[in-house]
């Protein structure tokens, strides 16, 4: 497997504090990779975007800020690789009063890119062919309104249809199975689940509803409103197993599973108890049916059958700190994935769990909280990682340093090109630029697609050198 040595999205660029002169009287400032947590930003400088380690790179914003959203599954095809993409989710705002929060449905189409080589192809025909590459980049990497020949506009088309949400959206999630039905932890203590059909249905049959937000909020009644828990949450998860089977868990340690019944729900009144302090996650295992994980501020993760009872058949101390996210990999269903609020995350093997500890890997590198984690849908040892700190990295647990795979790249490239020392060799890529990152999720039908949601709104990214560990699915 080829690995970028430098694939962080950053550089630096020298501002220019004096009057504006011909682009002949200026020197030629040479750019070097920008490396997070290592580098600091001295006088003059600043952080500039390079969009050439992306196949495709798009940021937009709907108003309020979102704290979570989901992608929804749609019938568009799997394993899709063609630009443009389009696509569906539903998020939920954080708006400064309770009446002015909303569910949002989106459609999202027109999103353009390219793909890239990690190692060029051209790097082989010479200088020229390289500088043609360049050119050609240039030509490409921005969201300009139209392409240079003035042909189709290259930004997303955003539609939008908004419903009534009373209280700021803590979580939302849609049901796998039946992705028009979304769920969502409202600020309020309650619970609601939503059918969103009537709004999918007319995004999909129009270009034009919704589109630049134009559409007004909806009143809508929810399916069902769970007002059991006694406080507020951010805990919930469908199962990808039984289609409706829900889980919520508050911030007083309880959680109450929910059985789909005649079109409705039946919430179990007597929660699931294990925990001695807010439950910040829980996750459905992707391979047994009656099985999930929990993990809490009392910094363990407990795993639970629901057949056996109101406690956890096992729990573990996860973390020096509150364990905020969690993820199961639903390609390799003994390992778990856990953020904390002290920057690290982990990943656990459940089969070798040994004097209460199932950790095999454990990562530092982020220093503010992890706030989303996520396992790739298409490439086992990838994951996705967002944290307080403004960095969206992702990894590949199954890199390690290659003093020869290193030399092969840099006779490539014909480039003196290193690894950096104090960065961990499975760190795949960074990507900033948004502030107060909050959650992920990567795409399931477009390999190598995150979009990630943040204060200052949402980001649609596919990294060039992702696309490597997944299977050529092109035509």
Same mark, same amino acid.
């Given at each position: 497997?080829?690995r970028s040595i430098n694939p962080k999205k950053a550089k630096r660029k020298n501002k220019n504090k004096g009057e504006a002169s011909s682009s002949?009287?200026?020197?030629?400032?040479?750019?070097?990779?920008?490396?997070?947590?290592?580098?600091?930003?001295?006088?003059?400088?600043?952080?500039?975007?390079?969009?050439?380690?992306?196949?495709?790179?798009?940021?937009?914003?709907?108003?309020?800020?979102?704290?979570?959203?989901?992608?929804?599954?749609?019938?568009?095809?799997?394993?899709?690789?063609?630009?443009?993409?389009?696509?569906?989710?539903?998020?939920?705002?954080?708006?400064?009063?309770?009446?002015?929060?909303?569910?949002?449905?989106?459609?999202?189409?027109?999103?353009?890119?390219?793909?890239?080589?990690?190692?060029?192809?051209?790097?082989?025909?010479?200088?020229?062919?390289?500088?043609?590459?360049?050119?050609?980049?240039?030509?490409?990497?921005?969201?300009?309104?139209?392409?240079?020949?003035?042909?189709?506009?290259?930004?997303?088309?955003?539609?939008?249809?908004?419903?009534?949400?009373?209280?700021?959206?803590?979580?939302?999630?849609?049901?796998?199975?039946?992705?028009?039905?979304?769920?969502?932890?409202?600020?309020?203590?309650?619970?609601?689940?939503?059918?969103?059909?009537?709004?999918?249905?007319?995004?999909?049959?129009?270009?034009?509803?919704?589109?630049?937000?134009?559409?007004?909020?909806?009143?809508?009644?929810?399916?069902?409103? +769970?007002?059991? @828990?006694?406080?507020?949450?951010?805990? $919930?998860? %469908?199962?990808?197993?039984?289609?409706?089977? &829900?889980? !919520? *868990?508050?911030?007083?340690?309880?959680?109450?599973?929910?059985?789909?019944?005649?079109?409705?729900?039946?919430?179990?009144?007597?929660?699931?108890?294990?925990?001695?302090?807010?439950?910040?996650?829980?996750?459905?295992?992707?391979?047994?049916?009656?099985?999930?994980?929990?993990?809490?501020?009392?910094?363990?993760?407990?795993?639970?059958?629901?057949?056996?009872?109101?406690?956890?058949?096992?729990? +573990?101390?996860? @973390?020096?700190?509150?364990?905020?996210? $969690?993820? %199961?990999?639903?390609?390799?269903?003994?390992? &778990?994935? !856990? *953020?904390?609020?002290?920057?690290?995350?982990?990943?656990?093997?459940?089969?070798?769990?040994?004097?209460?500890?199932?950790?095999?890997?454990?990562?530092?590198?982020?220093?503010?909280?992890?706030t989303s984690i996520e396992w790739s849908a298409h490439e086992s040892s990838t994951l996705a990682v967002s944290s307080g700190d403004n960095q969206?990295?992702?990894?590949?647990?199954?890199?390690?340093?290659?003093?020869?795979?290193?030399?092969?790249?840099?006779?490539?490239?014909?480039?003196?090109?290193?690894?950096?020392?104090?960065?961990?060799?499975?760190?795949?890529?960074?990507?900033?630029?948004?502030?107060?990152?909050?959650?992920?999720?990567?795409?399931?039908?477009?390999?190598?697609?995150?979009?990630?949601?943040?204060?200052?709104?949402?980001?649609?990214?596919?990294?060039?050198?992702?696309?490597?560990?997944?299977?050529?699915?092109?035509?």
């Amino acid at each position: 497997m080829v690995r970028s040595i430098n694939p962080k999205k950053a550089k630096r660029k020298n501002k220019n504090k004096g009057e504006a002169s011909s682009s002949s009287s200026i020197p030629s400032i040479p750019t070097r990779v920008w490396q997070p947590g290592v580098d600091k930003l001295e006088d003059g400088e600043e952080l500039q975007c390079d969009p050439s380690v992306y196949n495709s790179l798009h940021g937009f914003h709907v108003g309020w800020p979102c704290l979570s959203f989901d992608i929804l599954g749609d019938k568009l095809g799997l394993n899709r690789t063609e630009f443009p993409h389009t696509l569906y989710m539903v998020a939920g705002t954080q708006a400064e009063k309770a009446p002015l929060n909303s569910i949002g449905v989106f459609k999202i189409s027109n999103v353009s890119g390219k793909r890239r080589d990690v190692v060029p192809k051209t790097l082989v025909n010479g200088d020229d062919a390289m500088e043609d590459e360049d050119d050609e980049d240039e030509d490409t990497d921005s969201d300009d309104e139209e392409s240079e020949d003035g042909g189709a506009s290259t930004v997303p088309v955003i539609q939008v249809r908004r419903v009534a949400h009373h209280g700021c959206v803590n979580r939302i999630r849609a049901m796998p199975q039946s992705p028009h039905i979304c769920v969502s932890w409202a600020d309020s203590g309650h619970v609601q689940v939503w059918d969103m059909s009537s709004h999918l249905n007319a995004l999909a049959e129009s270009e034009t509803e919704g589109k630049d937000g134009t559409s007004p909020v909806l009143n809508q009644a929810p399916l069902v409103n +769970f007002s059991g @828990h006694k406080d507020e949450g951010y805990a $919930i998860d %469908w199962s990808p197993a039984t289609p409706g089977r &829900l889980l !919520s *868990g508050d911030c007083i340690s309880m959680i109450h599973l929910w059985e789909p019944a005649s079109g409705s729900w039946t919430v179990d009144p007597i929660p699931l108890a294990g925990h001695t302090a807010s439950v910040e996650d829980l996750q459905w295992s992707p391979a047994e049916a009656n099985v999930f994980a929990s993990c809490s501020v009392d910094k363990t993760v407990a795993v639970w059958d629901v057949r056996t009872g109101k406690s956890p058949a096992l729990s +573990f101390k996860a @973390h020096d700190a509150d364990v905020n996210v $969690i993820s %199961w990999n639903r390609l390799a269903s003994c390992m &778990l994935a !856990s *953020g904390s609020d002290d920057g690290a995350f982990s990943i656990h093997d459940l089969r070798v769990i040994k004097d209460g500890d199932a950790k095999v890997a454990h990562f530092e590198y982020h220093k503010h909280p992890i706030t989303s984690i996520e396992w790739s849908a298409h490439e086992s040892s990838t994951l996705a990682v967002s944290s307080g700190d403004n960095q969206l990295t992702i990894w590949d647990l199954s890199l390690e340093k290659d003093e020869e795979e290193e030399a092969e790249f840099k006779a490539q490239t014909k480039e003196q090109v290193n690894t950096p020392q104090d960065l961990p060799p499975q760190l795949l890529f960074v990507h900033q630029g948004q502030k107060d990152l909050k959650e992920l999720h990567w795409h399931n039908q477009i390999p190598g697609m995150i979009i990630s949601t943040a204060a200052d709104g949402f980001n649609i990214l596919m990294p060039y050198n992702i696309q490597n560990t997944l299977p050529d699915l092109a035509p």
